[in-house]
């Protein structure tokens, strides 16, 4: 029962990694305790990751936690090795499929605790003591047990590889130094090791900068989602307060206009029934006249006739008009009429009002672009792609629209368009139906020699030839300029010269929050041609101008 106390003592007390008795026992946060040496080395093999778990439960600490020693578990393994604690059985330290074997033992070999660097060869705990016991045997280095300890052996000379070519950059024998690596630049493997040590601490100390560095930029960036959080809950909670004021007021006025018209409805039938009263009053009046008045010509006495006449035959004057005029059937359609124009002056407001409140929403960008962050490649533009259809409400009459209103064409007779106030009326000009906000790539296929790609706010002036209704020639609209030699960009009635490749492909990409609208050259890559930074206040649309004889696309991208 004693050797069984012991052995479950031993057990206790022992490293789960290297099996052995605890040697400087450290505790970690999750409460499992290892060697420090050995926790040590597993944890700096997890340091790429920069999560460092426990090799028990498999809990992750973030950062890597310091190591302190228990000195409470030290003095109890100190005191047990005092009282002669005994190794475990043998069958509790047999190599299993996944250990190393001791090099030493024969037949049915122990779990090696250390491998030799010197000796390349691994020992288990009996056969490892002289190491600890001998002075030479003192100075070789242990490590963990390992299984690719032949691969410090030289398979040319069957030599240890103590030395390091850096001509070759490989680990070599001393009989390599004066063979096929002679007149190389070498020096010991423990030199370069220790050169290499230097190296691999300065990219952990720049890798655990960097960490710190993006640890910290996770904590502004939670502060950030936390200040959006509480934003947009004010802006949606004062909006709805907003809105339902709106149609609290809404509400109150239709309950108004509805108890003014019930109420002059009730003061109009009120009057015109008095009326119809008295109408009738005097129609029973009259009645009663007539038939005196025909009794009266029945009458054969002519002495009673003419002595009864003039008291029946004079009639009392009318109080009202002979005829009632009546105004034409409206009654209250005027109402319904101004109620109505109040609907669409409304609908106009919010049609108005409400693209400026959405581009306001989709401005919030906390990660503010920069011309840095722009896609560099073609396939990075291309994750911005949009689809770009022409409006025809605003197409120049000396364009023509085709294919799915993707292409303007130049034509030599004017197209019969109706009128519409959006519509270009002196400059071969067109813009694009869908408006653009937010990031945006799209691109242009020259037809013919000269195009001029741009944007534009939608209330750029549409008619007559003035510069107010140019592309480029004020300060609602930006414009590219492309002709097969050269490129010129147009901005308020200012030109600059533009150089770089010349392709019949041009592409447009629009970061409207961040105020970059930038063109380039494209032809299996993509090639700046010019940068505008600036600060858009309101939506922009594509637009095309189109010389004659000439035709642009938009093309379609996948």
Known sequence: MAQKGVQ????????????????????????????????????????????HSCPQCRKSFTPRPELLKNTMLAALVEELKKTGLQAAPADLCYAGPEDVACDVCTGRKLRALKSCLVCLASYCEQHLQPHYESAPLKKHKLVKPSEKLQENICSRHDEVMKMFCRTDQQCICYLCSVDEHKGHDTVSAAAERTERQRELEGSRQNIQQRIQDREEDVKVLQQEVEAINRSADKAAEHSEKIFTELIHLVEKRRSDVKQQVRSQQETEVRRVKELQEKLEQEI?????????????????????????????????????????????????????????????????????????????????????????????????????????????????????????????????????????????????????????????????????RDVGVAVAYKNIRRAGKLHECLFGFNDKSWRLYCSTDSYKFYYNSVHTPVSGPVSSRVGVYLDHSAGILSFYSVSGTVTLLHRVQTTFTQPLYAGLYVYPGFAAEFCRLR
């Open 8 to 51: 479950l003592d031993r057990e206790t007390f022992s490293c789960p990694i290297c099996l052995d008795l605890l040697k400087d026992p450290v505790a970690i946060p999750c409460g499992h305790s290892y060697c420090k040496n050995c926790i040590t080395d597993h944890w700096d093999t997890e340091d790429e990751r920069g999560i």
């Open 284 to 448: 029973t009046e009259l009645k009663r006249k007539d038939a005196e008045l025909k009794k009266l010509s029945h009458t054969e006495d002519h002495n009673q006739f003419l002595h009864n006449y003039p008291s029946l035959s004079a009639l009392s004057e009318s109080t009202h008009s002979s005829s009632i005029s009546i105004r034409p059937l409206k009654y209250f359609e005027d109402v319904t009429a101004a109620v109505s124009e109040v609907r669409d002056k409304l609908q106009d407001v919010l049609r108005e009002t409400w693209t400026n409140i959405s581009l306001t929403v989709t401005e919030v960008d906390v990660l503010l672009s920069n011309p840095q962050s722009e896609p560099k490649t073609r396939a990075d533009f291309l994750k911005y792609s949009c689809k770009i259809k022409l409006d025809p409400n605003t197409v120049n009459k000396w364009l023509l629209l085709s294919d799915g209103n993707r292409k303007a064409t130049y034509m030599r007779q004017t197209q019969s368009y109706s009128h519409h106030p959006d519509r270009f009326t002196d400059y071969p000009q067109v813009l694009s139906r869908e408006s653009l906000t937010g990031r945006c790539y799209w691109e242009v296929e020259r037809r013919g």
